[in-house]
């Protein structure tokens, strides 16, 4: 009998594939909201530690400054683990790219190689020397900017542009 996926447990079902990427923006995400936990927890620590000193607890003031000093470094020490994390994001992303653009490469060589299966390179120096010829024939028939090929009685005369159109 099968099972519906509802009584499967969460951990045994199959889930979507994360890439490296995102998991690494996911936990510099992560990182940033401690970060601003931290800060919050600071910018408190900071307020009861002035609050101490005026009622007189200068010990237990120096105590939360010394915890306040703690956690400063572990701000210092999550932004370095961040930049880590971003600058790793962007060496996997550029190096995906790489590989797409390799795989381009080895799809057009692999191309190539079939064009040269099929033709040799004098029918291709063929085919390219019928399409000069075509192109100097059209540039030719058209006579350039100022003059035109036109079909008379007796040939094909060149005659300037300004003639035919009587100016």
């Not at 923006?25 to 530690?49: F, I, M, N, T, V």
């Not at 609050?51 to 306040?68: F, P, S, V, Y």
């Not at 995906?96 to 040269?116: A, R, T, W």
């Not at 029918?123 to 075509?134: K, L």
Request: hydrophobic residues 35%; proline residues 5%.
């Amino acid at each position: 009998p099968l099972s519906s996926p509802l009584s499967v447990p969460l951990s045994v079902r199959p889930s979507r594939p994360v890439s490296p990427p995102q998991t690494l923006k996911q936990q510099r995400d992560k990182l940033r909201q401690y970060q601003k936990r931290l800060s919050l927890g600071l910018e408190r620590e900071r307020a009861l530690a002035r609050q101490l000193l005026r009622d007189g607890k200068k010990e237990k003031a120096l105590l939360l400054l010394k915890k306040k000093r703690y956690q400063e470094q572990l701000l210092d020490k999550t932004e370095n683990q961040i930049s880590n994390l971003e600058r790793m994001v962007q060496d996997i992303e550029f190096t995906q790219i790489e590989m797409k653009v390799i795989e381009g490469l080895k799809i057009g060589n692999e191309c190539l190689n079939k064009m040269h299966q099929v033709m040799s390179i004098e029918e291709v120096e063929r085919i390219i020397g019928e399409t000069q010829d075509a192109v100097e024939y059209q540039r030719v028939s058209t006579g350039g900017a100022g003059t035109a090929l036109l079909c008379t009685g007796q040939g094909w005369v060149l005659y300037p542009r300004a003639t035919r159109l009587g100016m």
